[in-house]
């Protein structure tokens, strides 16, 4: 029998890859572990608690916030706060940045972006969803309160990314720059086991994963590639088929180890695309291109990206790096286009 490898174990073991981070990082990602399989109890519980259905409120985004959205978030919040290793954090259901005041909070090296549930409108019919996270080293002096510089930073500055998602077994997946690798909770013992070691996304894939309900309302581009996709090719292994969710973290996940593209577009409704992109897009995208896959708007790649806004939406392409790459030939043909 394989010796059973422990997320704590694996994050020890890793310290060294981050001389500077003096054990800081190890820490905050252990604290991320933890957090999770709080989440996890009340997801798995969802139909049986006071936790299903609105909240009551909308968050910056407008949309209807949950009320294990909301719980999610306080858990996630506290435990970066209790931590000591972040001076501040954003979160897809705030509308501004949370500096920490303590003075150990103060004294953090790092901040972290994340969306504490994704998908949470699937929460009362049983689909899968997740947390996804994004981690920076702080740009403002150490001992400062945390400012908005901290959080505008571009992707390729990440010095860590990775999301839980809460499925038919819980799964975390987290990259540092050094690969990716996804742990397994194991409910019995009530720890995340390493369970697929160093995973990488195929280069090609045979799933597109794209909302065809707005087909009619997206570019040109995009409608060429989706048609590109349901043609007919024997030698290359068309029709692909589709895939859609509407779980962003459950639609990568699947496409991270089968291999396929996820796709949301600019449509007139929403041209800018509807996706945060530091809350979803650059975290993932920092997660497929350690796995060998790429994630692009369509025309620019998302980890150059340099935000301007907390909330600011850009659109996504991303996975199989074959995939993805055919894609954005079809924008480029067709990218006087406008929508």
């Known amino acids: 029998m394989s010796k059973i490898i422990t997320l704590s174990e694996f994050i020890i073991d890793r310290q060294a890859d981050f001389p500077y981070a003096s054990g800081d990082l190890s820490r905050l990602l252990s604290d991320i572990g933890i957090a999770a399989k709080i989440v996890n109890q009340q997801v798995n519980k969802a139909g049986l608690g006071d936790i299903l259905g ?23 919040i506290n435990s970066f706060r209790n931590g000591g290793e972040v001076c501040g954090i954003a979160s897809e259901e705030n509308d501004a940045y949370v500096a920490f005041d303590r003075d150990l909070c103060k004294k953090g090296k790092y901040v972290v972006l994340f969306d504490p549930l994704d998908g949470s409108s699937n929460i009362d019919v049983n689909v899968s969803i997740g947390t996804i996270f994004s981690i920076f080293r702080r740009t403002s002096s150490v001992g400062d309160l945390a400012n908005i510089n901290d959080f505008l930073q571009k992707g390729c500055e990440q010095v860590a990314a990775g999301y839980v998602i809460y499925g ?7 990259t540092t720059g050094y690969g990716v690798n996804g742990f397994t909770l194991e409910p019995s013992i009530g720890e995340f086991c390493l369970s697929h070691p160093s995973m990488m996304i195929p280069e090609d894939g045979k799933v597109y994963s794209i909302n065809e309900g707005n087909m009619a309302i997206t570019t040109p581009g995009i409608q060429a590639y989706v048609a590109y996709c349901k043609e007919v090719d024997k030698k290359d292994g068309r029709p692909y088929s589709a895939r859609y969710i509407g779980s962003l973290v459950a639609d990568f996940h699947r496409n991270l180890i089968k291999g396929g593209i996820y796709i949301y577009p600019p449509t007139t409704g929403a041209p800018k695309g509807k996706l945060r992109l530091l809350y979803e897009c650059s975290p993932l995208a920092f997660i497929v291109e350690q796995a060998g896959g790429l994630a692009t708007t369509g025309t620019s790649s998302i980890m150059d990206i340099q935000p301007k806004e907390l909330h600011q939406r850009e659109p996504l392409l991303i996975g199989s ?19």
Do not use: R
């Open 168 to 174: 038919s077994s819980t799964m975390l997946v987290y």
């Open 321 to 339: 790096k074959n995939m993805v790459l055919k894609a954005m030939e079809f924008i480029a043909e067709l990218e006087s286009a406008k929508v």
């Open 54 to 76: 609105a909240f009551g409120t909308t968050n910056i985004q407008g949309e209807v916030q949950q009320k294990l959205d909301v719980y999610a978030d306080e858990v996630f």
